[in-house]
């Protein structure tokens, strides 16, 4: 089957579906669905969030230039999907979808409990791209649930459950494949055999 062109678009997948907290009063805070998103830098660490500025959560964001990207499991796929189908101008996200906000360490912007990781964010730059306004951030704090640790205190994949999103659909993460490097690692080849 012949390649076929398709007028640019934002086909990049998969991607998370992450839950983003803000506000700085417990009368204002608030929780948006965020899929575009991601790592930018590891030294210092650096995240973005893309908003619309026709999103609730926008003005807070920029005001307040705090956020959490509070990551999803399966568990947390209905209230993901409700958070970002639903505004925070006629709804309690919190109340409605059962979660519960908890003081984050550095910002005033509070954590969503029920995440197992939670990344606080200083905004340190917006840039208007277009449809939307990319939050360029600073990570300044990193809440990790004890649940999700493994024996060696590694953060474990397999126990979180994480949620992934690919052109509207939800999925969970399926089977492991391999690990960093694997591709490029010398066989271990046992005594017997070198001497042969
Ligand atoms: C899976 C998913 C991903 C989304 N990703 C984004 C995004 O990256 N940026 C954005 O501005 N809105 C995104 N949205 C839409 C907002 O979450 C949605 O408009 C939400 O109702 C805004 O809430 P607020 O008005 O309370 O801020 C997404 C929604 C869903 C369901």
């Not at 204002?28 to 991601?38: K, R």
């Not at 197992?116 to 449809?131: A, H, T, W, Y």
């Not at 990570?139 to 990790?144: A, G, L, Q």
Request: hydrophobic share 35%; with cysteine; aromatic share 10%.
């Amino acid at each position: 089957m012949a390649k076929i062109h398709w007028k640019p678009g934002t086909m990049v997948y998969p991607l998370p579906a992450v839950m983003v907290s803000c506000g700085e009063k417990p009368e204002e805070y608030n929780i948006l669905t965020v899929s575009w998103t991601g790592t930018i830098c590891s030294d210092p660490p650096m995240c973005y969030i893309s908003v619309r500025p026709s999103r609730f959560s926008y003005e807070i964001i920029k005001r307040t230039g705090e956020f959490v990207i509070n990551l999803t499991t399966e568990e947390l796929a209905k209230a993901t999907d409700w958070c970002g189908c639903r505004s925070g101008s006629k709804h309690n996200k919190w109340k409605e979808m059962h979660l519960t906000p908890e003081p984050a360490k550095i910002i005033k912007a509070p954590i969503i409990a029920e995440s197992p990781v939670n990344i606080e964010c200083k905004v340190k730059e917006i840039v208007e791209l277009g449809s939307h306004h990319m939050f360029i951030a600073d990570v300044v704090n990193v809440t990790v649930d004890g649940r999700y640790l493994d024996e060696a205190g590694a953060f474990s994949f397999a126990q979180s459950k994480p949620l992934v999103y690919g052109h509207g659909h939800y999925f969970g993460m399926g089977e492991k494949i391999g690990k960093f490097g694997w591709s490029v690692e010398k066989k271990k080849t046992s005594v017997s055999q070198n001497k042969k």
